[in-house]
């Protein structure tokens, strides 16, 4: 935290690392520094120190700019160096307690859910709030010995903001889309540090799954086309990898697998890998008839 003094007598505390900046306040600024990162002027640098105060930027407008570069300079978030950050996997937040759903588990509602706000906007960190939400879900069942239960009193007096909670094991709510209202609880009170690690974890999953379906994530092209595409430009390469929203979208796959609005809703309960079992199967059966079609025809 960086303490300012602003006119001989006011004091304002500027966060300067990611555990110090609320969630949607850190959103705001990695989306506003993305596009102005190139050609930051001393403006945007105002701009970005009110956002993180959550003041108008006039307030600043007095200062010299030496001090607004010496505030800016010693901002964690654009250092270039890795940062690590704390991750629970349950954790009470504004007298919630919280739980991480089951990757094994996850649905194809919830992995819909996630791809489609990693595709909406011009910031894969646009939406992390809403991701957020599908990640994380009340407590409604746990269990935890005696042991666990010391340690939950002692987080509480040690931690504040999220504090982390130990379960032995433990429920969370079932999915629902009108949980996105909590979207704006977790702007207002989850500090982007563990909506960050959240996130980074959320895509190591993503990708242990991807990698087992490599028939659905990886396309390649055609080999009668390769000679059309330089291997040196950036937009082509032999093999890209390519998530489902970047193609079609998760939500357009089910809708390709059936035309009923009841086997869509039982598809959207199913676990995804088992969804993307039979898509994987579905695909290789249509290529193979797609083959053989072309086959007749060059015999005719």
């Keep these: 935290m960086i303490e300012l003094i602003v006119n001989k007598k006011t004091k304002i505390r500027v966060p300067s690392e990611f555990k110090e900046l609320r ?13 102005k990162e190139d050609n930051l002027t001393l403006d945007d640098k105002i701009i970005i120190i009110s956002t993180l105060c959550n003041l108008e930027p006039d307030i600043f407008m007095g200062m010299t700019a030496q001090t607004i570069e010496d505030v800016f300079k010693h901002l964690e978030f654009f250092k270039k160096e890795e940062q690590t950050f704390m991750f629970f996997k349950s954790f009470k937040l504004n007298g919630t307690v919280y739980g991480l759903l089951d990757y094994d588990k996850l649905t194809v509602h919830e992995y819909a859910d996630i791809d489609f706000y990693l595709s909406e906007g011009e910031h894969p960190l646009e ?10 879900r009340p407590i409604v069942n746990k269990k935890q010995p005696i042991i666990f239960i010391l340690k939950n009193i002692l987080s509480s007096v040690f931690f504040k903001g999220i504090i982390p909670k130990e379960y032995r094991s433990y429920e969370i709510k079932e999915y629902s889309e009108n949980d996105a209202n909590n979207a704006e609880s977790f702007g207002r009170n989850m500090d982007m540090g563990f909506a960050i690690a959240a996130y980074q974890n959320m895509l190591g999953e993503r990708n242990k799954i991807s990698d087992d379906f490599p028939t659905i994530f990886k396309s390649e092209i055609p080999e009668g086309d390769k000679d059309q595409y330089d291997e040196e430009t950036e937009n082509f390469t032999k093999k890209q990898m390519k998530s489902l929203a970047e193609i ?5 796959y089910v809708s390709e697998l059936s035309n009923s609005l009841e086997e869509r809703e039982q598809w959207y309960k199913k676990n995804i890998r088992e969804f993307f079992t039979y898509l994987s199967y579905h695909n290789q059966k249509t290529e193979e008839e797609n083959k053989r079609i072309r086959s007749q025809n060059i015999q005719s």
């Design 248 to 252: 079609w979208g998760l939500y357009h």
């Design 23 to 35: 969630l949607s306040a850190g959103v705001e600024v990695i989306k506003y520094y993305g596009e």
């Design 127 to 136: 939406n992390l709030d809403k991701i957020m939400t599908v990640l994380f």
